[in-house]
């Protein structure tokens, strides 16, 4: 019975050991990064979305409508983007209204 005891102590860490602490928010990109996309009170929720993997040319070369800015979205969050859902709608919107189809 000793023994079980300690083996059940010993396996104490490795349970606490196993669990992945939650990863920690996108880094606010640097004001230069900001500054490239469209004016808005947007700008930084997108910016920081977005540039935590792409650069902003990425971004602002592209013209899609509402839809496909939702899938394109969509995609970068299957792929591991981290975008809050309180802030789906703000991105989507900015984008759409910023470098939708019909915007130079």
């Keep these: 019975m000793r023994r079980l005891w300690l083996l059940g102590l ?4 490795v349970v606490g ?3 992945t602490p939650p990863a920690p928010p996108p880094p606010v990109p640097m ?7 469209a004016d808005g009170p947007e700008r ?20 899609f409508d509402g839809d496909k800015w939702g899938q394109v979205v969509d995609q970068m969050i299957d792929k591991g983007a981290r975008v809050n859902d309180a802030d789906y709608d703000t991105i ?4 759409a209204r910023n470098y ?4 130079k």
Excluded: D, M, N, S
Excluded at 92 to 95: A, E, F, N, S
Excluded at 100 to 103: E, F, K, L, V
């Design 10 to 13: 010993a396996a104490v860490p």
């Design 100 to 103: 939708g189809a019909q915007t």
């Design 92 to 95: 989507v919107g900015y984008l």
């Design 44 to 63: 930084l929720t997108v910016a920081t979305a977005c540039c935590a993997c792409h650069a902003p040319g990425i971004i602002t070369g592209k013209r």
């Design 31 to 37: 004001p230069e990064v900001i500054a490239a996309f």
């Design 17 to 19: 050991w196993a669990q």
